[in-house]
């Protein structure tokens, strides 16, 4: 996404897959937490589902697959260089699209790499259709990572509120992982590098596995410590 002031260019690199990382990924929980958030946004009566869903910062399309349960056309827009979407983002991330075009708007981890984060999101308000939804993914606490971007982290309420300030009825929010699965995480990614290439694999093993004790313990637990936050959010239909 471009920020204000500059332009910038799609990242043609390996993402990856994250609806099925394997079990050494660095991130295989944080990974499989946040799938099955969005298969409860995606399973709960609250999103309605329509013709077409607006991927809103593509990259791969990783949820094309979920979200066609509920959405016959799965449209991408992303910055100029991807080739895996159908619309070219303007100035300021704008989407070149008329008003209430999309009966679903998907925001998977875009938030934190927008120079605007309200003109994004007021551009998700404007191309939905009245009582359409807003699925969106972005992360409290997490290092630094451009894509080609990097600008924002969240707290809860603070995202929760952004996104109610552009018009939008909050629904639904959820949340991967507590402050001790956040620390963990951190701990290994920020030590990662510095152990020989043949320990990797079992330090990643030790500490996803402990993440993974951790998380099952509480596993509907809302925390003000997240790593990601997934919000479902409503424009308002008309009176």
């Keep these: 996404m471009a920020s204000d002031t500059e332009k910038v260019t799609f990242l043609t690199v390996e993402r990856g897959d994250r609806t ?3 079990r050494h990924d660095r991130k295989y ?8 958030r969005v298969h409860r946004v995606l399973d709960s009566d609250l999103l309605a589902g329509g013709e077409t869903l607006l991927d809103y910062g593509c990259g791969n399309k990783p949820y094309r697959e979920l979200f066609s349960k509920k959405f016959k ?3 991408g827009a992303d910055i100029a260089g991807n080739e895996d979407a159908e619309l070219v983002l303007g100035d300021e991330g704008r989407v070149p699209a008329a008003d209430d075009s999309f009966d679903g708007v998907l925001s998977s981890q875009v938030l934190e790499h927008v120079g605007s984060p309200r003109v994004y999101l007021s ?9 359409g939804n807003l ?9 630094y990572h451009p894509d080609p971007t990097d600008f924002w982290r969240w707290t809860k309420d603070g995202l929760v509120r952004e996104i109610a300030e552009a018009g939008f009825e909050v629904q639904l929010v959820q949340g991967v992982f507590g402050p001790e699965s956040s620390a963990l995480q951190l701990w290994q990614d920020s030590t990662f590098e510095r152990l020989p290439r043949p320990l990797r694999p079992a330090y990643t093993w030790f500490f996803q596995t402990l993440i993974g004790l951790i998380e099952r313990r509480h596993p509907d637990k809302l925390s003000d410590d997240a790593s990601v936050y997934v919000v479902l959010a409503r424009k308002p239909p008309r009176a």
């Design 20 to 22: 099925r990382p394997p």
């Design 29 to 36: 929980w944080h990974l499989t937490l946040l799938l099955e």
């Design 73 to 75: 056309r799965h449209v």
């Design 123 to 131: 551009e998700a308000f404007r191309v939905l259709k009245p009582g």
């Design 135 to 143: 699925i969106l993914s972005t992360h409290g606490i997490w290092p």
